[in-house]
């Protein structure tokens, strides 16, 4: 299971990355052969260099990451140009109608949401504020598994805090609430905790390669957050979408396969279909209200997450075998996928 990042009382799900063991710095020790002899002065190291790095990249970057404050709790944001853009996940600003953006120099702005893309978990928000300093953000297609990440954010309130791990993965597909699929994640182990979600997972460039928004919870410890197990926004989608929202005020352009209808899980089954929209791809089809979809292009769908992660991994324009169950029989449709909407 997967949970989001979000801090304060009434979103209090939210993530465990534990970090990889930090760097530590080590200095070398001279021996001395007689009361004489003086120890030869500290050598710079390796870890020296790591360290010296992590720093400059945290000074950097921080004062382009902000705290997020909105009627639900606490969550970061990172400023995208001097106009006074932030990033942030939608999650965070979702059922809020009063926002705050503190900058890491703790000076306080009124926000006003411009857009907000609920498919990709992604919002923009804008203040008024003069000497913004914007993140840079990342080719995430060129990262590799094992690349440093540094995760810069709020959690639990706690401004502009650092943790350090690695990229432990790429191109994973994972659910949030309400059966929405986000693909082409990334995972980190850097430790990230509630309050983290819109903020920065940054390379030792100093550049942005996603946005921390959940977590992964493990059900054999009650539901409890699975350490070293945390999912970012890739930084290309995170500029993709937001430029859509800064110009257009909408995504017009997802890039993301839709299906046209609303599900409900089942214990019979496959989901079963609630809600079909009128001259949608599934509309279209012949799919209707009550029928239960058991398959898409040759996976079988027992569940709304499934489901989800498949039409996640598909192409609008794609047209794909969807098997039913209709009144007890089973029979197959040829879908062509939509775009999602914005």
């Not at 993530?15 to 021996?31: F, I, K, N, Q, R």
């Not at 004489?36 to 500290?42: M, V």
């Not at 109608?97 to 893309?117: E, H, I, M, P, R």
């Amino acid at each position: 299971m997967i949970k989001h990042l979000l801090g304060g009382p009434r979103r209090r799900s939210l993530l465990a990355l534990a970090g990889l063991a930090s760097v530590a710095s080590l200095g070398v020790a001279g021996c001395t052969t007689g009361a004489d002899t003086a120890a030869p002065a500290p050598v710079a190291t390796a870890p020296h260099a790591l360290q010296q790095q992590f720093v400059q990249v945290v000074q950097h970057v921080g004062p382009s990451v902000v705290l997020v404050q909105s009627d639900q709790g606490l969550g970061s944001g990172i400023v995208l140009d001097t106009q006074g853009n932030i990033a942030t996940n939608n999650h965070v600003v979702a059922n809020s109608n009063n926002f705050k953006v503190v900058l890491a120099d703790g000076k306080q702005y009124a926000a006003k949401v411009v857009g907000t893309f609920p498919p990709d978990d992604l919002a923009v928000l804008k203040i008024s504020a003069p000497s913004l300093q914007p993140a840079v953000l990342a080719e995430s297609t060129s990262l590799s598994v094992g690349d440093i990440a540094l995760a810069i954010g709020n959690p639990l309130g706690l401004q502009s805090s650092v943790t350090e791990g690695i990229v432990s993965a790429l191109g994973r597909t994972v659910n949030e609430d309400a059966g929405v699929a986000l693909p082409n994640v990334i995972q980190t182990s850097a430790e990230i905790n509630p309050g983290n979600s819109g903020g920065a997972l940054v390379n030792l460039d100093g550049q942005v390669i996603g946005i921390p928004t959940l977590t992964a919870t493990d059900p054999q410890l009650g539901g409890g957050q699975a350490p070293g197990i945390g999912f970012a926004i890739p930084s290309n989608t995170v500029r993709d979408i937001a430029s859509q929202l800064i110009n257009q005020g909408k995504v017009t352009n997802s890039h993301r396969a839709y299906l046209g209808l609303q599900t409900a899980t089942t214990t019979s089954g496959g989901p079963l279909v609630t809600e079909v929209q009128s001259g949608g791809p599934a509309a279209s089809a012949g799919i209707k209200v009550g029928d239960r979809i058991t398959g898409i292009n040759g996976t079988a769908t027992s569940d709304q997450g499934t489901l989800a992660d498949v039409v996640a991994g598909l192409n609008p324009g794609q047209s794909v075998p969807v098997t039913i169950v209709r009144a007890g029989a089973t029979k197959t449709v040829q879908v062509t996928l939509g775009q999602y909407p914005g």
